[in-house]
C-alpha cells in the first residue's frame, strides 16, 4: 500500500509479553498487521477473533476481512490502536463536558479534512473503538467552540427545516429500486 | 474553503457523542438550526432536576443538571417612559455591555433588529440622558416591551467553571424558549413560578399564555399585581404568599377554599391578624402553613373542637408559626379534650404532601368522631414566638416503623 502517512508510524512491537500478531483485510485489499493488545481496542474486531477461534498459531494464516473499511481509515485505526494498547482503561464519559485533555499526538493523528475525519468515524463506529470515538467527536465538537448558531450552520453542513422537507419530499417521490 | 462537517449524516450514536462534548452554549446553539438538529440534541436526554421562573422587571430561569447550574436572563428593552432616571443607565449599560460584546455577531445578522438601543450610542449619551431626566425629576411608569418577545437572552453556567453565552433572536417568543427547554430538559411544568417586585410591568395575560403547568406558585406583596385577578389566571399545587399579601386579597376565601397541596401564608406581624377561627374552617388544603398567625389558645382549642367534629377532613398538616402568645401552652389548646401525652422518646414518622419523612418526638394525640388520629406537636421556640404543627395521621401519612 502506498498510501503516505502524515504521522509517526508505530511501530508494531509486543515487548511485554510474546508478540500474537493478526492480519486485517481493508475494503481495497490493503493488508494491515496488528498486535493482539492493540487489536483488542476494536470489540467489533476482538470479536470476530473470538468467535473465529484465531490463535497465535493460525491468526497471521487466517487475514479478517473487513468490507467497511478502506485502507487509509484502517491505517490511521492500527497506528491509534497501537499507540493506546497499554492505555489505562478510562471511565466511560457522560455529559461532563470536556472532561478530557486530547493529548497532541492524537489531534495530529486527526488533522485531516471533514471528509476524511467523517468517513474515520463511520469506521470506528462500525469498528467499535471507544477511545478513538471519544478523541474523533471531540474534535468535531471542538470546531463549536466561540460560534455563532449560523456559523454553526454553515461549519456543521446543517440544512434548514424547508431543505430538509424538500429533501425528504424528493426522496418520497423518487422512484424505488423496482419502480 | 473546507467543506463543512455532515455532522447530521452521522450515525445516531455518533451524533450523540459528538454533541456531548460540546459546551451547553454550543448544542443549544445548534438546536435551534433546525428540527433534526434539536432532536439530535433531545438524545442527550438531559432531565432538568430543577426548573425556578422568577419574574420581575425582567425575567430569571434556574435549572440544574447534574452538578451544573444554568441561570438565564431574558431582558426587555424598557420603554423610553421609564421610571427614573437612573434606571435606565443601569438598563443602558447592561445592554451596552451587551451589544460590545456580541459586535461580531450583531453586523452578521444585520436584519436582526435591536431597537432599545442606538447601536453608536455611546457613555456621554447615556450621562446626558441622565442629567435630562434628573433635571426633569420626572416620574414615569415603568412599562415593558411585550413579554412574549425578550429582547436578548443571556446564559450563565457554573460548574467550577463558569461560562456565559447570549442570544439576540428576535423571532423567538417567550412561549418559543420554554417549549424548546420542555423538549431538551424534559420537563413538563415549571416547579416554581415566582413573581417578585415589578412583575406587573408584563401583562398577566401574555405570561399566562407562555406558561405552561406551575407546581408552586408563590407572590411577593410588590409585584404591584392585583393579586386576586393573578391568583384566578394562574394555578398550581403549592401557593406561597409572601409577607402582607394574603391582607391585600379582596376575596381571600377565594385561596381559603381551594384545595392546594400546600398552602403558605406569611401575615404581617404589624398589622392584626386577618384570619380568624371562622376562615380557619374555610381551608382546603392539605398541608396549611401559617406565620404570624397571631391568635389565641382558646380560639385554637375552638378550631380543634370543631376539626373534632368533621371540620377540614382533608388537611393533613397544619404549622402555625411565630406564634406571639407567650402564654399559649398546649394544655390550653387542648382543653376539654381527651388526648393521650405520647413519650418526648418515641419518634414517630409521617410523610408529608411531598412524600418526605417528618419526624414527630413525643406530642399529644387525640381522635375525631370518624377515628382519624391527629396529633398536637410544639416544635420549638425561638425569640419567645411557639411553633405549633398539628398532623392528622390518614392511612397514607402514616409510615410504618419497619
Given at each position: 500500500m502506498s498510501v503516505e502517512p502524515e504521522v509517526p508510524i508505530v511501530q508494531v512491537e509486543e515487548v511485554r509479553e510474546n508478540p500474537v500478531l493478526y492480519k486485517i483485510i481493508s475494503s481495497d485489499n490493503h493488508v494491515f498487521t496488528i498486535s493482539e493488545h492493540a487489536v483488542k481496542l476494536s470489540k467489533t474486531l476482538w470479536d470476530l477473533i473470538t468467535n473465529l477461534g484465531l490463535t497465535a498459531e493460525n491468526a497471521l494464516d487466517n487475514p479478517i476481512p473487513?468490507?467497511?473499511?478502506n485502507g487509509k481509515n484502517m491505517e490511521t485505526i492500527v497506528q491509534f490502536c497501537e499507540r493506546h494498547k497499554y492505555d489505562e482503561e478510562e471511565p466511560e464519559y457522560t455529559n461532563?463536558?470536556?472532561e478530557f485533555v486530547l493529548p497532541e499526538w492524537d489531534r495530529q493523528l486527526l488533522s485531516i479534512d471533514n471528509e476524511e475525519l467523517f468517513q474515520l468515524i463511520l469506521a470506528t463506529n462500525y469498528l467499535d473503538i471507544q477511545k478513538l470515538m471519544d478523541y474523533c467527536c471531540r474534535v468535531i465538537g471542538d470546531m463549536?467552540?466561540?460560534?455563532t448558531p449560523e456559523e454553526l450552520r454553515i461549519i456543521y453542513g446543517i440544512p434548514t427545516d424547508a431543505e430538509d422537507d424538500a429533501l425528504e419530499r424528493s426522496a418520497s417521490d423518487s422512484p424505488g429500486p423496482s419502480g | 474553503m473546507t467543506n463543512p462537517f455532515?455532522?447530521?449524516?452521522?450515525p445516531t450514536a455518533a451524533i450523540l457523542h459528538v454533541v456531548k462534548s460540546m459546551d451547553y452554549g454550543e448544542f443549544l446553539n445548534l438546536s435551534f438550526l433546525s428540527k433534526r438538529a434539536k432532536k439530535s440534541i433531545e438524545l442527550m436526554n438531559l432531565k432538568s432536576e430543577e426548573l425556578t421562573v422568577y419574574i420581575g422587571d425582567f425575567v430569571h430561569m434556574n435549572m440544574s443538571i447534574g452538578t451544573k447550574r444554568m441561570e438565564w436572563k431574558f431582558y426587555y428593552c424598557l420603554?423610553?417612559?421609564?421610571?427614573d432616571g437612573e434606571d435606565l443607565l443601569e438598563e443602558s449599560f447592561e445592554n451596552e455591555e451587551m451589544d460590545l460584546e456580541n459586535e461580531n455577531e450583531l453586523e452578521e445578522e444585520?436584519?436582526?433588529?435591536?431597537?432599545?438601543?442606538?447601536?453608536?450610542?455611546d457613555i456621554k449619551d447615556i450621562d446626558e440622558e441622565l442629567e435630562e431626566f434628573q433635571d426633569e425629576q420626572e416620574v414615569y411608569e415603568l412599562e415593558a416591551e411585550e413579554?412574549?418577545?425578550?429582547d436578548s437572552v443571556e446564559l450563565l453556567i457554573s460548574d467550577g467553571v463558569s461560562s456565559r453565552a447570549v442570544w439576540y433572536?428576535?423571532?423567538?417568543?417567550m412561549k418559543d424558549w420554554i417549549q424548546h427547554f420542555m423538549t431538551i430538559f424534559?420537563?413538563?411544568?415549571?416547579?416554581h413560578l415566582d413573581f417578585t417586585?415589578?412583575?406587573?410591568?408584563?401583562?398577566i395575560e401574555e405570561i399566562k399564555d407562555s406558561?405552561?403547568?406551575?407546581n408552586k406558585l408563590s407572590v411577593s406583596s410588590?409585584?404591584?399585581?392585583?393579586v386576586d385577578y393573578l391568583l384566578s389566571n394562574f394555578h398550581s399545587k403549592y401557593l406561597h404568599l409572601g409577607l402582607?399579601?394574603?391582607?391585600?386579597?379582596?376575596?381571600?376565601e377565594n385561596v381559603m377554599i381551594r384545595n392546594y397541596d400546600m398552602l403558605r401564608i406569611y401575615l404581617n406581624?404589624?398589622?392584626?391578624?386577618?384570619?380568624?377561627l371562622d376562615d380557619l374552617l374555610f381551608f382546603n388544603s392539605k398541608t396549611i402553613k401559617v406565620c404570624e398567625?397571631?391568635?389565641t389558645a382558646k380560639s385554637f382549642n375552638r378550631f380543634i373542637k370543631h376539626w373534632i367534629k368533621?371540620?377540614?377532613?382533608?388537611?393533613e398538616m397544619l404549622n402555625l408559626l411565630d406564634?406571639?402568645?407567650?402564654?399559649?401552652?398546649d394544655t390550653e389548646i387542648l382543653k376539654g379534650v381527651r388526648f393521650m401525652e405520647i413519650p418526648a422518646d418515641q419518634t414517630r414518622w409521617f410523610r408529608n404532601q411531598d412524600g418526605q419523612l417528618v419526624a414527630f418526638e413525643g406530642g399529644k394525640d387525640f381522635y375525631r368522631q370518624d377515628g382519624a388520629k391527629a396529633t398536637i406537636y410544639n416544635f420549638g421556640s425561638y425569640e419567645n414566638f411557639r411553633c405549633i404543627a398539628m398532623c392528622v395521621w390518614h392511612p397514607h401519612c402514616v409510615v410504618d416503623p419497619r
Open positions: 473487513v468490507e467497511n473499511v461532563y463536558i470536556r463549536a467552540k466561540d460560534k | 455532515p455532522l447530521l449524516d452521522l420603554k423610553g417612559n421609564i421610571i444585520e436584519d436582526e433588529e435591536i431597537d432599545y438601543i442606538e447601536e453608536d450610542q413579554f412574549a418577545l425578550p433572536m428576535e423571532s423567538l417568543t424534559h420537563f413538563s411544568e415549571i416547579q417586585r415589578n412583575s406587573s410591568i408584563f401583562s406558561m405552561i403547568a406551575i410588590d409585584t404591584g399585581f392585583d402582607g399579601v394574603f391582607e391585600t386579597l379582596k376575596k381571600p406581624r404589624d398589622h392584626p391578624s386577618t384570619i380568624t398567625a397571631n391568635w368533621g371540620s377540614n377532613p382533608r388537611m406564634f406571639s402568645e407567650k402564654e399559649f401552652i
